[in-house]
């Protein structure tokens, strides 16, 4: 049945004896408006690779159709390369640490038109940039964050927008606030000088650092800082923190935000997205006065979303993995929430898929590499898997009234 509207396309028909009867059973597809706009499968494809490999299968099973892509980000890895790109910033490079201290260059973003500064923690504190046998938070800090934000190139920018998904930590910004001149001190007056110590916070002195601009801070989850669902318990063994290590860790977050607030007056652990990477969402709220912010929204109004999305018929996006989370403040989720609103029909495409009843409040369809294959394989050759994917469900889709 496929190859019918091929021969109409080479005007093959009447050659063929089949005059327009065939016409009536195998009417040519309606051409659609495609959208692809995944985000990064993490630790196998980049946004961008996603974005290629799902246009190729596509294109293969529906060729009449007209394909934009647009690779996504929320606020994790990828995500100041795609600022860059939607603002036409240019690119340079500061000299850093990484969370362990050791030696990087970390590229960041400056679009001059704007005055906006793009800075990816992920490039300087990311939990992928460290082998395996250092990534334990407990002896992680975001220490180069800080020395990132003092650099001069930004001080004439007119606000910096900070990326923080990713990261290694879950020091609270202690180790950025240290490098940027704020004090920590315990019950007998001396320093603290590692974020576990918090627990015997008993006094936080100001930093006399005055940072350029105004400072955005673009989270992908919208957790706080403490309990159940904060940064600890929640994302702490993903990272590497031992059982053993969650209470210790839970503690010295706690105590810096109640003395935090003590001081200051003012709640900031509850705050959604203060638990964003290891509660860098708390730590630059407090000690550099930034705002914090939906990184996907922040990429959508960059990129001219939404008029994207009102000329698409249907959005295919995806990610390494699709689950609950995906529904709660990520970037698939939010994108298919805005495809749904703009009348589009939304189709997911991931690694893997669990929990899929939530997964349906938003998306039409939800199909993962591990429909055609195993987990291992599709990891290894994600963007063959992915092309192969994209085409059989585009060779299944038929075109929406709209």
């Not at 638990?275 to 939906?294: D, Y």
């Not at 996907?296 to 939404?306: P, R």
């Not at 249907?314 to 009348?343: F, H, I, P």
């Amino acid at each position: 049945m496929a190859m019918l509207p091929s021969l109409w396309e080479l005007g093959l028909w009447h050659s063929l004896g089949l005059g327009n009867w065939a016409l009536d059973i195998y009417p040519p597809p309606v051409p659609l408006s495609i959208l692809i706009a995944p985000d990064k499968f993490k630790g196998t494809l980049t946004a961008p690779q996603a974005a290629k490999a799902i246009a190729r299968g596509w294109k293969a099973a529906r060729p009449e159709d007209g394909l934009t892509q647009l690779p996504i980000s929320d606020g994790g890895d990828g995500f100041g390369a795609l600022m860059a790109g939607a603002l036409g910033a240019d690119s340079l490079t500061i000299e850093t640490q990484d969370a362990s201290h050791a030696p990087t260059n970390a590229p960041c973003w400056i679009d001059c038109n704007s005055g906006t500064a793009i800075v990816e923690s992920a490039n300087i504190l990311g939990l992928a940039m460290l082998p395996a046998e250092k990534r334990r938070p407990i002896a992680l800090n975001s220490h180069g964050l800080g020395i990132v934000l003092r650099d001069e190139r930004f001080a004439n920018c007119r606000q910096s927008i900070i990326g923080i998904g990713g990261s290694a930590t879950n020091d609270g910004g202690f180790g950025m606030a240290r490098e940027l001149g704020w004090r920590f001190e315990n019950d007998r007056g001396n320093p603290i000088c590692d974020w576990v110590d918090l627990v015997n916070l008993k006094k936080i002195h100001p930093s006399k650092t005055n940072l350029s601009g105004e400072i955005i801070v673009a989270v992908d989850v919208q957790n706080p800082l403490l309990g159940p669902n904060g940064c600890t318990r929640v994302y702490g063994p993903q990272k590497g923190l031992w059982e053993e290590d969650i209470p210790r860790a839970e503690a010295a977050l706690m105590q810096l935000a109640e003395v935090w607030e003590a001081q200051m007056g003012e709640d900031v652990a509850s705050l959604p997205g203060a638990g964003a990477a290891g509660g860098l969402g708390f730590g630059l709220r407090c000690f550099a006065g930034a705002k914090i912010r939906s990184g996907f929204k922040i990429f959508a109004e960059a990129a001219g979303l939404d008029a994207l999305l009102r000329e698409a018929d249907v959005v295919v996006t995806g990610e390494g993995a699709m689950d609950r989370q995906t529904v709660m403040g990520k970037g698939v989720g939010e994108l298919a929430k805005r495809a749904r609103a703009n009348g589009c029909r939304c189709v997911g495409l991931a690694g893997m898929v669990e929990d899929r009843p939530a997964l349906a409040e938003v998306l039409d369809d939800c199909r993962a590499l591990t429909d055609l294959t195993t987990v291992a394989e599709g990891q290894v050759n994600a963007a063959r898997w992915l092309e192969k994917l994209a085409r059989e469900v585009g060779d299944g889709f038929c075109s929406p009234a709209r």
